[in-house]
């Protein structure tokens, strides 16, 4: 039903801006007196967003998952493990506001730029949203490799470390796999953080610019929308829909393609 609706809500704006112009037009004024309805820079900011959340966000997941469940004593893993789960617990708009109050001010200044809300600003928070899911996956996936694997690696003269990079991680590989997916669905989707602290400009990203991604795009203007500029919205989430589709259907083929290479 969704994507009905959603394919019925869009493809009007579509037809009437034309897909070139919607889809590579590189200005959005959707209130001006001759209004443009580019999407361009709200996709290049949601890859570019995306990609930099999961460079940042993946690698620091995966070795606390890899700590955690292979080598954190019961202490430190009860103590990190509580505030994993808090940090999944916590309201996106906590998020978003604690970056407003704390990261935007830092990077005007240690970057010295007029105004720290900016996509590197996005990319961070999106970085920090996506451990939580990241680490308590990864964690699950790994906690139940067979201990035999390990044992028998063990045996063979491996060191723990060789055998938990090595044995388990390799295992574990499709359940790890997954968290990246889950990691990269939350940072697309997510608006009402990025909106607090990437300037939601409609501007071409660049890292250090205030910027607007697709979800913020329809977040930001829905409420007052009429007319084609609400139809043009229903279209952005259209976009946003098959992107995410887009992605999901491209992991899973790359996962089940790593499967019957093996």
Excluded: C, H
């Excluded at 796999?177 to 660049?206: K, Q, T, Y």
């Amino acid at each position: 039903m969704i994507t009905v609706y959603l394919i019925v809500s869009g493809i009007p704006a579509i037809k009437e801006i034309g897909l070139p112009d919607f889809l590579l037009g590189k200005k959005w004024a959707s209130t001006a007196a001759e209004p443009s309805y580019g999407i361009l820079p709200f996709i290049l900011t949601s890859v570019y967003g995306t990609a930099g959340a999961i460079v940042l966000g993946v690698p620091v997941g995966f070795m606390a998952a890899v700590y955690l469940a292979k080598m954190a004593n019961k202490r430190v893993r009860a103590v990190v493990v509580e505030a994993v789960s808090l940090l999944a617990g916590i309201p996106s708009v906590v998020y978003g506001l604690v970056g407003m109050m704390v990261l935007v001010p830092g990077i005007r200044k240690v970057f010295n730029v007029p105004d720290g809300a900016s996509l590197l600003a996005a990319i961070i928070v999106l970085a920090i949203m996506i451990l939580p899911s990241i680490i308590k996956v990864s964690m699950t996936s790994l906690e139940a490799v067979p201990r035999e694997y390990e044992d028998a690696s063990l045996a063979l003269g491996a060191t723990p470390t060789e055998t938990y990079f090595r044995v388990s991680v390799p295992a574990a590989k499709s359940g790890i796999a997954a968290a990246v997916v889950l990691g990269v669905g939350r940072a697309i989707g997510e608006a009402m953080a990025v909106m607090m602290v990437s300037g939601n400009a409609p501007n071409m990203p660049e890292l250090f610019q205030s910027v607007r991604f697709l979800t913020t795009a329809v977040a930001s203007e829905m409420s007052y929308s009429s007319g084609l500029q609400r139809q043009a919205l229903f279209s952005i989430a259209l976009v946003l829909f098959l992107f995410i589709m887009l992605i999901n259907a491209a992991l899973n083929f790359l996962l089940k393609r790593d499967k019957s290479n093996g």
